[in-house]
């Protein structure tokens, strides 16, 4: 077994004993949601940090850790939500990898107000 499938075992196995085997998704997905949402404020505090030149090394680098669990977080969301749903550290893998080549030939817009760039339509092949 792969360390991330053996990491996905471990997690869904943590949140089937503390949260029970009915919590299932999309509740999962739901506190994912929750958990990006604290993600995108750890980084613009932590961008905002890095840019304020009073800020000590000691502050920077204690938002810095805290970001990174932010990260952890949705990691350990996603990977449950999936398992839940099915899926294995493989099928993620391919799956990634085939959505990226979709996404390799598709046709990009301009950054919102947020800085989000979507697809505008498929490139032919």
Known sequence: ??????????????????????????????????EVDELIQALDYTHSLGIDEGVGAGEFGRQLSKTKMEYADCFMLLLDSAHHFGLTAENLIELTREKLEINKRREWGKPDSNGVVEHVRDVAS
């Open 1 to 34: 077994m792969n360390e991330l499938q053996s990491l996905m075992n471990d997690v869904s196995e943590w949140s089937d004993a503390t949260f029970g085997a009915m919590q299932r998704n999309p509740a999962i997905v739901w506190h994912l949601k929750k």
